[in-house]
């Protein structure tokens, strides 16, 4: 029975597996005060990694609340979330793993200290 039981989870492992490599990459680059693309167009029930580059030489981050509450993150992604924003630190990479589940149009900012004030901002469009 034991033996049974391990081939089944060993079987739902291997299954949950090529789900996380379908998610389709979306790379968006922070810079000093602009997000590259500004707009980003997304489907709705479609994974996606986003892959948020920052290459300015300060702190950002990637603030879109409403978004990421219409979406499903994925577990292992979640701490990467706080109030809706993911921070991505000077020079750093962050990765995060999300479905958007409604289709819509999200706003998109860095709620850094009047870096939006400064042209910081885009929108996220779901279909």
């Known amino acids: 029975m034991n033996i049974v039981c391990t081939a089944f989870a060993a079987a739902a492992i291997v299954l949950a597996v090529p789900q996380i490599a379908a998610a389709e990459d979306a790379t968006v ?22 892959h948020l580059v920052n290459s300015a030489s300060k702190d950002h981050n990637f603030s879109a609340p409403e978004f990421f509450a ?10 990467k979330v706080s109030d809706g924003a993911v921070e991505v630190g000077e020079g750093a990479t962050v990765d995060v793993t999300v479905t958007p589940n409604k289709a819509g149009s999200y706003n998109l900012n860095c709620s850094h ?10 929108t996220i469009i779901v279909q």
């Open 29 to 50: 680059t922070l810079t000093s005060y602009a997000f590259t693309p500004s707009a980003l167009t997304l489907k709705s029930g479609t994974t996606y990694k986003l």
């Open 113 to 122: 200290f009047m870096h939006t004030m400064l042209g910081m901002k885009g």
């Open 70 to 79: 219409a979406s499903t993150i994925a577990p292992e992604d979640k701490s």
